[in-house]
């Protein structure tokens, strides 16, 4: 028995206000999911980071040249050091006795780098920031949102801002929507690795 008028338009009707309802919600909830998603990234990303931290400490504690060393490339935390490689800081570079503790002690991470480690929030520079024997050492992501890095920044240091804690960075210019997210390694604020260069 076919369908009324009346009865075919009821149903459109319903379907329309169906999807209107379906829509509203959908709405309302994108921002709080893009938000759980954000935050799932940047604790991702942190947990990257603090593990890059770890085996560049467990590296400067294992690896030997005259003292300790640390690495100036992140792929050297998972692929044996080269004489011919530069160390942490100054010109000097690895000698054998490097190449047989990082033998005996590595790799150092549960990540493998090639030539860089990704993030959730971009590539980990693969370069360590070592100038001296007793400057701090950084790691760094290039161009992160704002954002992100200001909600890393809240999660890592309570949002001290860019100059101090363990997350670093430097406000951008006026309509520049992403910086860089330097990560101060050695876990406390005021700790500084040292390294005999």
């Known amino acids: 028995m076919p369908l009324s008028p009346h009865r075919r338009g009821y149903g459109l009707v319903w379907a329309v206000v169906v999807i209107a309802i ?6 309302a909830a994108a921002p709080v999911i893009g938000s759980v998603v954000d935050q799932q990234r940047v604790s991702d990303t942190y947990a990257t980071l603090r593990s890059v931290d770890s085996a560049i400490v467990k590296f400067g504690a294992s690896v030997q040249r005259v003292g300790v ?12 050091v080269l004489q011919t490689e530069r160390i942490s800081c100054g010109t000097n570079t690895y000698n054998p006795n490097s190449q047989t503790t990082w033998t005996a002690n590595g790799p150092f991470g549960t990540f493998y780098a090639d030539t860089s480690l990704a993030t959730p929030l971009g590539t980990l520079d693969d370069s360590i920031e070592h100038a001296t024997a007793t400057s701090p050492i950084f790691i760094r992501i290039k161009a992160v949102d704002t954002a ?3 909600r890393m920044d809240r999660l890592v240091d309570a949002g001290d801002g860019g100059a101090a804690g363990t ?9 520049t929507e992403t910086m860089d997210l330097v990560y101060r390694v050695g876990f406390a604020p005021n700790y500084t690795l040292t390294a005999v260069c």
């Open 22 to 27: 379906v829509a509203t919600i959908a709405a």
């Open 69 to 80: 060393v640390y690495p100036l490339k992140i792929h050297s935390l998972s692929k044996l």
């Open 148 to 150: 992100l890095v200001n």
């Open 167 to 175: 997350i670093r960075y430097v406000l951008p210019a006026a309509g």
